[in-house]
């Protein structure tokens, strides 16, 4: 295995949690209407975990295609 496989590895694992660690919302109440929509701005380790998110996201897809090409 390359150095690439092993950051890729590392990447997906914190991918995997920088998704499990955000909070959903909403219920299964809410997908019949038991529970009305708010808007809701992202504050504070929730916008720093959704950003995260994203960049883990992207170096992921560079990554692996980096590995396809290469």
Do not use: C, D
């Not at 150095?3 to 920088?18: G, K, P, Q």
């Amino acid at each position: 295995m390359t150095w690439i496989n092993w950051v890729e590895i590392v990447v997906a694992f914190l991918l995997v949690i920088s998704i499990l660690l955000q909070q959903r919302s909403t219920s299964l109440g809410g997908a019949f209407g038991g529970e009305s929509a708010v808007y809701h701005t992202r504050r504070g380790i929730e916008k720093i975990l959704f950003w995260l998110t994203i960049i883990f996201g992207l170096v992921f897809v560079t990554l692996a295609l980096i590995n396809v090409i290469y």
